[in-house]
């Protein structure tokens, strides 16, 4: 019987953690994607289900919150609501000894004894600043979400993969706004508004998180799903580089035009193709090129590039847009800058680009690509590629005849472990000896 009440007790804790939301407010990272200084008062922000007040204190000045810090000023407030229950906030400070001292920081007069205030506060907690200045880097707030009075979208499409392209459509209750994400990220009022069907048209995975919003600015719980779109047909990879192994470009060049100091800007690691001018713990200004294989576009169609990507320590999110691109040349040609559509954030975490089109190169050969990363000594952010592949169909139209999906008997098939098989079913195979994506 205790062994009984044991295990009970074991499924609870796992179910209370379970149902735990961690949100953390970096700061350091910009984590709202701020441009410049903001002082204000109040200053008000949201981010992941989490809002951050913060107000100005009795002969203090209004809050300040820069590209990499907040300060909490003498007598000021900091206040973090959220749906739900809060247990505990968790304070990160900058090293210097004048502005990381939590102890002065109190909740309900009470001084905090570490950096980590836990409790059980309902939907908001408060803080108050005794000390002159506390420089903040980053606050982790955990919370148990409520049940919103405000119904979740519903989605028209049921999850599971589809070999045709589709339309989502989403539903609230009238009067409600929509707000989603299409990258797996918690959506708020700052999100992409619905305005009507989403396309779910290409190849990929497309995980899809939307909130509704009343009148009053009451949000819903998180609605989520996940939908595979896979279209028939064997496509060719013209490049399949994972960027795995540490030291090995996979065939791309380094072309780098400028930099304040010798080392290498982009290089290879076992977790992707890394592209930085922060060395010897110190940011430098650099402009450096990494350029691919050249590429042969003839008899091809539906040519389609994606990868992941990670960027980190950028000055703020806009930052990425500016200091790194992709282009596209052939024969040598102008380098045409290229459309990334969904970028990842300024948080460390890889994303997916979704799908890139290079239709406009059909019929090119000696097609190459660029990424191109450039900093300043102010800033030296950090963005890393993994997974880059660039797929196409066999072109009907040149005369080529289309590869089928069922593979030929007399086609010489290995998979990438280079065992010989019968018969190519999904996946990346070398069949008489090309590297093609079977779907």
């Not at 949100?23 to 922000?45: I, R, S, W, Y």
């Not at 009067?175 to 994400?181: K, L, M």
């Not at 508004?193 to 048209?201: A, D, Q, R, V």
Request: charge should be neutral; proline fraction near 3%; hydrophobic fraction near 40%.
């Amino acid at each position: 019987m205790k062994r009984i009440y044991s295990l009970l007790a074991l499924f609870i804790l796992v179910l209370t953690a379970s149902a735990q939301t961690v949100v953390k407010l970096d700061f350091q990272n910009n984590v709202f994607g701020n441009t410049a200084t903001e002082q204000v008062d109040p200053l008000v922000k949201e981010f992941s289900g989490v809002t951050m007040t913060a107000t100005k204190g009795k002969g203090t000045t209004a809050p300040y919150l820069g590209t990499a810090e907040y300060r909490f000023y003498k007598n000021s407030t900091l206040t973090f609501s959220v749906n739900g229950t809060i247990t505990s906030v968790k304070f990160a400070t900058v090293t210097d000894a004048k502005y990381n001292n939590v102890a002065g920081v109190t909740q309900n007069g009470t001084p905090l004894g570490s950096d980590t205030w836990t409790g059980s506060a309902e939907n908001s907690v408060e803080f108050v600043a005794t000390a002159s200045q506390v420089r903040l880097l980053s606050v982790e707030i955990t919370y148990t979400a409520s049940a919103s009075n405000v119904a979740a979208p519903t989605f028209s499409l049921e999850e599971k993969t589809y070999t045709t392209a589709q339309s989502l459509a989403l539903t609230a209750t009238a009067g409600d706004n929509i707000f989603y994400t299409l990258n797996g990220e918690v959506p708020t009022t700052s999100s992409t508004p619905y305005t009507g069907e989403i396309s779910l048209s290409e190849d990929g995975v497309y995980t899809v998180k939307a909130i509704a919003v009343n009148a009053a600015g009451e949000k819903s719980n998180v609605a989520s799903a996940t939908y595979t779109i896979d279209l028939p047909g064997v496509k060719d990879a013209l490049l399949d580089c994972k960027f795995q192994t540490a030291g090995n470009l996979e065939g791309f060049t380094v072309n780098t035009l400028s930099q304040d100091s010798v080392f290498d800007v982009w290089t290879a690691q076992s977790y992707g193709l890394r592209a930085t001018a922060y060395a010897n713990k110190k940011n430098y200004a650099a402009a450096s090129w990494i350029i691919s294989p050249k590429l042969d576009f003839t008899g091809k169609a539906n040519i389609n590039l994606s990868f992941d990507e990670y960027a980190k320590f950028f000055l703020h999110a806009d930052s990425i847009a500016t200091e790194t691109e992709l282009f596209i040349r052939a024969d040598g040609g102008e380098w045409e800058k290229l459309t990334i559509p969904t970028r990842t954030s300024n948080n460390g975490v890889f994303a997916p680009t979704g799908n890139i089109s290079l239709e406009a190169y059909k019929g090119k050969s000696n097609v190459e690509l660029g990424f191109f990363y450039k900093s300043t000594a102010a800033k030296a952010g950090t963005w890393e590629i993994k997974n880059l592949l660039v797929v196409a169909d066999t072109d009907n139209a040149t005369g080529v005849t289309a590869v089928e999906t069922k593979t030929p008997a007399q086609e010489v098939i290995y998979d990438l472990s280079g065992r010989r098989v019968q018969k190519a079913t999904r996946g990346l195979y070398i069949i008489n000896g090309k590297k093609t994506f079977v779907k």
